[in-house]
Nanobody, 126 residues
Framework: QVQLAESGGGLVQAGGSLRLSCAAS????????MGWFRQAPGKEREFVAA????????SYVDSVKGRFTISRDNAKNTVSLQMNSLKPEDTADYYC???????????????????WGKGTPVTVSS
């Protein structure tokens, strides 16, 4: 029983910022990774960012490097995505995800993660 609940999505003008949050509940094994994926209308799901349990390993898709920052607070079982300098091409539904297995960015890119939230919409206007 693992539930992930995203919040913080909305409509913002290009150049603006949003902070997405995800709260995890239920039983998740220790040392699980967490991440964010997104899916734009008519497009396939895309990996955005991931972070290991300790925060020592962080991965981003190239298109968001320098603009987005992923972080986590294990005491609160939350993961956040700070999104700055937003662009219209960032418009998508953003999904929180978690994975109890070995941190493997190639696996995340190809298969995603084990647990998924329902998503929160982000719209960036020109």
């Amino acid at each position: 029983q693992v539930q992930l609940a995203e919040s913080g999505g909305g409509l913002v003008q290009a150049g603006g910022s949003l902070r997405l949050s995800c709260a995890a509940s239920g039983r998740i094994a220790s040392n699980y990774a967490m991440g964010w994926f997104r899916q734009a209308p008519g497009k396939e799901r895309e990996f955005v960012a991931a972070i290991s349990w300790s925060g020592s390993t962080i991965s981003y898709v190239d298109s968001v490097k320098g603009r987005f920052t992923i972080s986590r607070d294990n005491a609160k079982n939350t993961v956040s995505l700070q999104m700055n300098s937003l662009k219209p091409e960032d418009t998508a539904d953003y999904y929180c995800a978690a994975d109890p297995g070995r941190y493997d960015i190639q696996r995340f890119l190809k298969y995603g993660m084990t647990y998924w939230g329902k998503g929160t919409p982000v719209t960036v206007s020109s």
